[in-house]
């Protein structure tokens, strides 16, 4: 799909600008142009972006295949930058966090946004265009700012839910720990790997717009990247104590299970020493009551019998109430 949206002043603000009078709105230097590219196909985007808007060959190139790598290049004329959306699903199957690559160009007086699939934020920032013309009524360069700002906006709720996951696994791990919490644990654990990879170098794409000097991007709007590099400076201070939280949960996950193992073979052992004498006594006498053995009548009568009886029953209580005392058990 193609959306072009059009404004040029002292005109009202044309949402379905026709693609063949792309070149006539490039030519009003006064006037803002953004096109935008969601899911088309190469072989539709190739031509308008090397024909009409005379992008170089490699920028083209690097905008049509996903390199999933925030940049900016500066090509004179124009900015070739790669901004990187994220998808994160609470219930985690494999990868947790999906990166979805924007491409945009931002020209003087134009803003061409490329991607694969629908992105949020860029329907945000076009239905409010739509809303209010001033969003559009500043300039290119501030557009491509509410563009980036709104994709930077959407890591703040998968922060959250990542720190809402992680306070339901701690509760998971002194509750009820489980195989599944540990892939759980090690699912967060990549998500937020992924995470790292693209805020680090998405913050120093816009500290470079915020600092550096571009010929298409106005000083005085520079400042607004700069609170875009300010959020994702944030961002990287929070990523990096879930990090923590993560690997704390790991290692309490493995301490717990620890824990749990020793009070097994804890149980296991105390339930071996309780039946050890019995045992012995069994393999001693061989239980040979009911026939005698060596003319050996005298252990096989009544009372002996009672009297084994008893010892094989009290035996395992004295040593459980003696091994209590101890707190062995």
């Known amino acids: 799909m193609i959306r072009i949206l059009y404004y040029a002043p002292r005109s009202p603000l044309n949402v379905e600008y026709p693609p063949g009078k792309i070149r006539?709105?490039?030519?009003?230097?006064?006037?803002?142009?953004?096109?935008?590219?969601?899911?088309?196909p190469d072989q539709t985007c190739e031509p308008i972006l090397r024909d009409i808007f005379g992008?170089?060959?490699?920028a083209v190139a690097d905008a049509l295949r996903e390199t999933h790598t925030p940049k900016v290049d500066d090509w004179g004329e124009y900015l070739y930058i790669v901004l990187n959306a994220l998808t994160f699903e609470s219930v985690p199957a494999d990868g947790l966090l999906t990166i979805n690559e924007l491409d945009a160009f931002l020209g003087p007086n134009y803003v061409v946004t490329h991607h694969d699939k629908p992105l949020s934020a860029i329907d945000e920032v076009w239905l409010a265009c739509q809303r209010?013309?001033?969003?559009?009524?500043?300039?290119?360069?501030?557009?491509?700012?509410?563009?980036?700002?709104?994709v930077v906006a959407g890591y703040m709720p998968i922060v959250e839910e990542i720190d809402k996951d992680i306070d339901l696994i701690e509760d998971q791990i002194f509750a009820s720990p489980s195989t599944r919490t540990l892939e759980h644990l090690f699912t967060l654990k990549r998500a937020l790997l992924s995470m790292r990879r693209v805020i680090t170098p998405q913050r120093e794409v816009m500290n470079r717009l915020a600092r550096d000097d571009y010929r298409v991007i106005d000083p005085k709007d520079r400042i607004f990247f700069r609170d875009v590099y300010g959020h994702l400076v944030r961002l990287h201070d929070l990523h990096e104590s879930m990090r923590d939280l993560v690997g704390s949960a790991l290692d309490t996950y493995l301490s717990v299970i620890n824990n749990r193992m020793n009070d097994v073979m804890k149980t296991l052992a105390a339930v071996t020493t309780?039946?050890?004498p019995i045992s012995f006594i069994a393999g001693f006498f061989g239980m040979n009551f009911f026939e005698p053995v060596a003319h050996l009548t005298n252990w096989t009568t009544q009372p002996v019998f009672l009297a084994m009886l008893a010892i094989t029953i009290l035996t395992p209580i004295i040593m459980f109430l003696w091994m209590r005392r101890r707190a062995w058990v």
């Open 24 to 40: 006539e709105a490039l030519r009003n230097k006064k006037g803002l142009l953004w096109v935008d590219f969601s899911g088309e």
């Open 55 to 58: 992008f170089h060959p490699l």
């Open 132 to 150: 209010d013309e001033r969003h559009v009524q500043e300039g290119a360069d501030h557009l491509l700012y509410r563009i980036s700002d709104r």
């Open 274 to 276: 309780l039946f050890m």
